[in-house]
């Protein structure tokens, strides 16, 4: 053997190596975190501004878990949508399709899915979402956000009757019974149309 070819041998066999290592700590990374059990529930806060009180309810097909959120006064339009908890965005941007709902024409186009939203990841595998946002959102992907700290505007973007914030809570892959304030909502199964009034506690601009 000549030695360019051994040298060419234990080139290929270091770049075995370094791609076998490399899987491994890309299995560590990325698939461990997901088997592990999600960590405890962050105290989330409802999602609009302090002291103000909205309806949160849900009808058959909208699906177990989601709250829609009404205010129970004032003009739901352009309304301030906060994070519930400190955390990090990992979506702020359109799903579906914005169709033409607006302050000057309410009742214009449906579009599709969400519309305008943001989805914060907080650590623990918890994870909330905000959709039909009236604008595109105030916060970017990757930023750090605080409990409190406004991330959007309520509106009617997506497939959206009137304006409202859609919201959920998951827990992994799952959806969950969103809690507020240390205690169960009660917005469970979409069998039925009905709803609950809360006033909100997400009163501290706390720590990102
Ligand atoms: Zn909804």
């Known amino acids: 053997m000549t030695t360019d070819r051994i040298a060419r041998r234990s080139t290929l066999r270091l770049v075995l190596v370094l791609a076998a290592v490399a899987a491994v700590v890309a299995v560590a990374v990325l698939v461990v975190p997901l088997l592990l059990p999600p960590g405890p529930r962050p105290h989330f806060q409802l ?7 909205w309806r949160l309810g849900t009808y058959p097909g909208h699906d177990d878990y989601d ?3 009404f205010p129970t006064a004032g003009d739901p339009w352009g309304r301030p949508v906060l994070a519930s908890a400190a955390g990090k965005v990992t979506v702020a941007g359109i799903n579906g399709s914005l169709g033409g709902r607006t302050p000057g024409n309410p009742t214009g186009p449906r579009g599709r899915g969400g519309g305008y ?8 595998r918890w994870e909330t979402q905000y959709l039909h946002l009236l604008e595109p959102p ?7 956000v605080a409990q409190g700290e406004q991330i959007g505007r309520v509106g009617s973007t997506g497939n959206s009757g009137a304006p409202h914030l859609h919201y959920e ?3 992994g892959w799952e959806k969950v019974e969103t809690w507020f304030d ?3 909502s009660g917005v469970t199964t979409d069998d039925r149309e009905y ?3 809360l006033t909100s506690n997400n009163c501290v601009d706390g720590e990102r």
């Open 169 to 171: 809570q998951r827990r």
């Open 117 to 124: 939203w943001v989805k914060i990841d907080h650590g623990g």
């Open 67 to 69: 709250v829609d959120l």
């Open 195 to 197: 709803s609950v009034t």
């Open 138 to 144: 105030l916060v970017e992907v990757g930023q750090r």
């Open 47 to 53: 999602p609009v501004a302090c002291g103000e009180r």
């Open 182 to 184: 240390g205690a169960p």
